[in-house]
């Protein structure tokens, strides 16, 4: 019998862990990686926000089910996490965060709200006044294209623009490679956290039409204070193995940064701004044994 567990806080966590060429199963209770010599390395699922599955990953029913319990994410990605396959969601997301969701969504005032406050937040000061969404995000990628530019002359790198093919990883440069394999980071453990607070990743303000759309709204808020200037700063000294040498980077910066303490107080604050007020359901039927209250939050599974 396994002992009793549950999520604890995203905040608590470490940001993400990526797999490659191993067996994850479960070993006298402890979640662990196989690999094709039978030597074992011991991962702690439960403090982790994200596990990221590369190319030649096999995962057991049994791993699947504990990482499930503690709230921990598995994201099923191609080399050097340049593609998203799929994605286990850690918990159940809750009816009254995602109806808040959809109603500021579908709301062209509350939603307009929410992405000035999102432009707010990650560029430091307001947008412009009477501007519409699709106005702010021709802004918006004004900016981007200026910041990126900035960021390769700090860091003296080459740059020739955001230029990728998800179907060729190496017809990108090294500035490209280092970026998305980055930003790859910063996508998991966003989308770990928005799958924590009870959200939908595919309910997106700026973004939409996409699995992950709120997933690339909240990571953009964070993006060009930690994982872009870790990729160019390892654009700019190595030429052995970048991707490696990114997701290290991008590591030690979630940790000095404090980055999952941040994101899911962000992911309130950005909603808050619509104004609308997170419905209360009312006449619906009581579970027939109620949830304990755990210590994960509030979209985990108790």
Not at 69 to 80: F, I, K, S
Not at 133 to 158: F, N, S, T
Not at 228 to 253: I, Q, S
Not at 265 to 291: D, H, W
Request: glycine content about 8%.
């Amino acid at each position: 019998m396994l002992p009793d567990l549950g999520p604890i806080p995203i905040k608590d966590r470490y940001s993400v862990v990526f797999v490659e060429k191993g067996r994850l199963d479960v070993l006298d209770g402890a979640f662990v990686v196989v690999d094709k010599t039978g030597v074992r390395t011991h991962i702690p699922v439960g403090s982790v926000a994200c596990l990221m599955l590369e190319p030649g990953s096999r995962v057991s029913h049994r791993a699947v089910s504990l990482a499930a319990r503690v709230g921990c994410l598995l994201v099923w990605v191609g080399e050097a996490a340049v593609r998203v396959y799929a994605a286990g969601q850690p918990g159940g997301a809750r009816a009254d965060r995602l109806l808040h969701q959809f109603a500021l969504a579908s709301d062209a005032q509350a939603r307009l709200a929410v992405v000035r406050k999102m432009f707010e937040l990650r560029f430091g000061q307001p947008p412009p006044q009477r501007r519409s969404v699709d106005q702010l995000r021709g802004i918006e990628g004004v900016r981007v294209r200026k910041l990126y530019e900035l960021m390769a002359r700090k860091y003296r790198v080459a740059w020739k623009g955001r230029r990728y093919d998800p179907n060729d990883w190496e017809a990108g440069d090294l500035p490209n490679r280092c970026l998305s394999s980055a930003t790859a980071c910063l996508y998991g453990i966003c989308e770990a956290a928005v799958l924590a607070a009870g959200y939908s990743p595919a309910v997106g303000f700026i973004h939409s039409g996409k699995p992950l759309s709120f997933v690339y709204d909240i990571a953009d808020i964070f993006k060009f204070e930690t994982v872009v200037p870790a990729a160019f700063k390892v654009a700019a000294r190595v030429r052995g193995n970048p991707e490696r040498e990114v997701r290290l980077a991008c590591r030690d910066m979630f940790r000095r940064t404090k980055l999952l303490k941040r994101v899911i107080p962000t992911i309130e604050r950005v909603l808050s701004a619509g104004g609308l007020p997170v419905p209360n359901l009312q006449g619906v039927v009581a579970p027939a044994l109620p949830e304990r209250k755990g210590l994960g939050d509030d979209g985990h599974r108790a």
